[in-house]
């Protein structure tokens, strides 16, 4: 097990890399930061030389990969970080200095055991693409097909696994502290942050997780997912079919090969729509440098390594929740709230119904150019805090990446309108899953189950376990010990009582250098270069 010191002396050194690169002004000029966190701000950057323009994208890139990862994050939050810090952190997207070919050669021949030349008839050294978790070439197979071949940084899983077991020592400690930190879970969030990357380290589970995906929109007229090559992949190795076409951020190309960018946007809005609603499985990372449009304007996808689920009744409430900020319906958007145990029940749903009308109505009908984001999101924070509503992991990938779709379609449309856009689809969604049909059939489903169980085992079970609402079941959190704890028992009560002081210094010591990333991880919306406006994500993202 890592020592605390070592833990400690990470989190410094990355407070220390952020302040050289100018990327703690953040935190220090932001209103919601503390008044401690912000002086051990100021002396962490004590005697740097900082740049005029904080390099936000090097502090990142110089952490390591998980760090990437999580700028990769606020990349999609110009709300929050500002449109200069969030252009900058692009670069972390697909911009990452490439590693040696020779490296990667290796990597290929010893993951097959066979010669690359076994496996490809040519293969591009010189990358197309880096990432901070892999880098993908341009290959032919030996019949002649045009691939991609993404392959694994060497060391990338080992790099990550050091980083994230300090990402959760630091959060057991922030939230022993309880309050506001406690509220938002960050263990919760950064294992649920830890089982996300676990998935992209395995490109055998992100080439299953395209071929789900392929298979569940093929009806989809006007969105691809490229084809796996199973023979020439493997858990570091992944082949895929080449897409030709321009990045879906290269507006000249698109309007130059005359395309619709007005129907692009709407496509790509209910494209995201009916994954995340219709089939509950989506790809949650749709930054502009995964999408592509093909000469012919069909929108393809790739990277594949995040993908999002969410269950059927999770989808119900969420579809509600949609058509009733779209129609002004807040009551019954509240009532969801309380059914889905998003708001303790100790509140009121009429409180709780007028405050969503407080943020919800003066965006209605508006298009996105239009709206004041940091209004409303001074007001989103303002509801969080209020109704004591906690941060919801299983929905941080969705409303990633709804933040996502949102800003790559307001490039494409700047009138685009995402209420208007979205509101026939999830309509019709909501006729079809709730309608008279659906509703008999579900009924009919529902008492054929009940018959075949024990009416007394029933009642005994439901007594025993209540309904928990939306949220699955959290995810086994690893365990840590605190520091203060490990103090408690080697020293007894009353030194203990004595070092309480101690404890408050080494929590401030932690926030300063996690709540960058932190920041990013309460937020994950992942998610572009547009302001977050999604009143939706208000019950699902913390101050």
């Not at 969410?310 to 019954?332: H, K, P, Q, V």
Request: aromatic residues 8%; proline residues 6%; hydrophobic residues 45%.
């Amino acid at each position: 097990m890592t020592r605390p010191a070592t833990h400690i002396r990470r989190l410094l050194g990355w407070g220390r890399t952020l302040a050289r690169h100018g990327a703690l002004r953040l935190l220090e000029e932001s209103p919601h930061t503390p008044a401690p966190v912000r002086r051990l701000c100021r002396l962490a950057r004590f005697g740097t030389s900082q740049p005029v323009v904080p390099d936000y994208a090097g502090a990142f890139r110089a952490i390591g990969p998980a760090a990437i990862k999580l700028g990769q994050t606020l990349a999609t939050r110009p709300d929050l970080v500002g449109e200069e810090a969030a252009r900058n952190l692009l670069a972390l997207q697909d911009k990452l200095p490439p590693v040696d070919f020779a490296l990667i050669r290796r990597e290929i021949e010893t993951s097959f055991e066979r010669p690359l030349e076994s496996l490809f008839s040519r293969f591009d050294e010189d990358p197309v693409g880096a990432a901070s978790i892999a880098q993908v070439h341009q290959a032919w197979t030996l019949d002649g097909r045009k691939v991609a071949v993404k392959v694994l940084r060497p060391g990338v899983r080992e790099k990550f696994a050091r980083d994230i077991e300090t990402y959760e020592w630091a959060a057991a400690h922030l939230e022993a502290l309880g309050g506001e930190a406690g509220r938002l879970r960050p263990r919760l969030v950064i294992a649920n942050f830890r089982r996300w990357t676990l998935r992209e380290l395995d490109l055998r589970r992100e080439a299953a997780s395209a071929s789900e995906l392929a298979d569940s929109m093929h009806a989809f007229a006007g969105y691809r997912v490229p084809g796996i090559d199973w023979d020439r992949t493997n858990g570091k190795v992944m082949t895929l079919d080449w897409i030709d076409g321009v990045k879906i951020s290269d507006l000249a190309a698109i309007d130059a090969a005359g395309h619709d960018r007005k129907e692009m946007a709407s496509r790509l809005v209910l494209a995201f729509l009916t994954q995340a609603i219709s089939g509950g499985y989506f790809h949650a990372d749709m930054h502009q440098g995964n999408l592509f449009v093909e000469p012919d304007g069909t929108i393809a996808a790739i990277d594949f390594g995040i993908m999002g689920r969410i269950d059927r009744r999770a989808r119900l409430w969420l579809a509600e929740i949609l058509y009733g900020l779209t129609t002004g319906n807040y009551r019954r958007v509240a009532e969801i709230h309380f059914e889905a145990q998003y708001v303790p029940s100790y509140h009121s749903v009429d409180e709780f119904a007028t405050a969503l009308r407080a943020v919800g109505e003066p965006m209605r009908g508006r298009p996105v150019k239009d709206l004041s984001v940091g209004q409303m999101l001074d007001g989103l924070f303002a509801i969080t805090r209020d109704f004591d509503m906690q941060t919801q992991p299983h929905l941080l990938l969705l409303q990633k990446t709804m933040v996502m779709v949102e800003g790559i379609a307001q490039q494409l449309d700047p009138d685009i309108n995402m209420w208007d856009t979205a509101a026939p689809f999830v309509r019709n969604w909501l006729r079809d899953e709730l309608g008279p049909e659906a509703a008999i059939a579900e009924r009919l489903r529902e008492d054929t189950a009940t018959l075949m169980r024990v009416p007394e085992l029933i009642r005994r079970i439901e007594e025993r376990f209540p309904a928990k609402g939306a949220a699955p079941e959290a995810p086994p959190l690893p365990d840590v010990p605190l520091m203060w704890d490990r103090r408690k028992r080697d020293t007894g009560e009353e030194r203990n009582r004595a070092s309480s002081w101690p404890r408050v210094i080494l929590a401030a010591a932690l926030g300063v250098a996690a709540a960058f990333g932190f920041q990013a991880l309460s937020h994950h919306d992942a998610h572009h270069d547009a302001p977050h406006h999604d009143p939706v994500a208000m019950a699902y993202q913390a101050p």
